[in-house]
């Protein structure tokens, strides 16, 4: 159960039955619109609308992936059977670094500041924890996304490294540099 972190009542109603778990290929749709949506709602992703065109056979088959893959895992927060946020956790393919995963998330921005985040976090930093191949959480999130950068020092990840000039958001005429994030398993609580 999500905990409840703001005083909005809106939010509390949110709050009060929402549900995380693995994702499961009936969610297709519901993920598609949730990432439809994210990506159109914030710049703060790599991805955006231009590179997803995903139908819901295409999410079906990446949710299967994910659940097929032992270093890889999707988990949705959903209310009811709304997806309202998501966190990816994906497993590298290659054997000399298949114990690094890439972490992704989004929460649906009018959601943004209920705790969603972290719940999907401290359940994504568990099935690393319990995972016999993962031994390293990775990441790469804009040098402007204070907001986020804090959510991940709060769980222990370090600043690795930084890559200049790697986004161009066409929409506000913006280069950004990108942070490298990292989590050793060892570090975690
Ligand atoms: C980053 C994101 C997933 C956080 O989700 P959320 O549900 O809003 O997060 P939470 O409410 O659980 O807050 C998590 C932490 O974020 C930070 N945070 C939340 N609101 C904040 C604010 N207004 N200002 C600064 N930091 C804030 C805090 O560290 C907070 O921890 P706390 O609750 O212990 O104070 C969400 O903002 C999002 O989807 N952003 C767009 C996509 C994105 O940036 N993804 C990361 C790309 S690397």
Request: glycine share 6%.
């Amino acid at each position: 159960m999500i905990k409840e972190r703001n005083e909005k009542p809106e939010g509390q109603a949110w709050l009060s039955d929402m549900v995380l778990r693995e994702a499961r290929e009936t969610d297709a749709a519901t993920l598609r619109r949730l990432k439809r949506q994210v990506f159109s709602e914030t710049h703060n992703l790599l991805q955006s609308l231009v590179d997803y065109d995903y139908d819901v056979e295409e999410e079906r088959h990446l949710i299967r992936r994910y659940r097929y893959l032992d270093n890889s895992c999707l988990l949705l927060a959903l209310r009811g059977r709304d997806a309202v946020g998501f966190l990816t956790l994906q497993g590298s393919p290659l054997a000399r670094n298949r114990h690094v995963v890439q972490l992704g998330i989004a929460v649906q921005k009018e959601l943004w500041g209920l705790g969603i985040g972290r719940d999907l976090m401290d359940r994504g930093l568990q099935w690393a924890r319990e995972n016999p191949i993962v031994r390293k959480i990775s990441l790469l999130v804009y040098s402007d996304n204070d907001r986020a950068i804090e959510m991940y020092e709060r769980y222990g990840f370090q600043k690795e490294g930084l890559l200049r000039k790697e986004v161009y958001i066409q929409e506000s005429d913006t280069v950004l540099d990108l942070v490298a994030m990292g989590l050793l398993v060892e570090e975690l609580g």
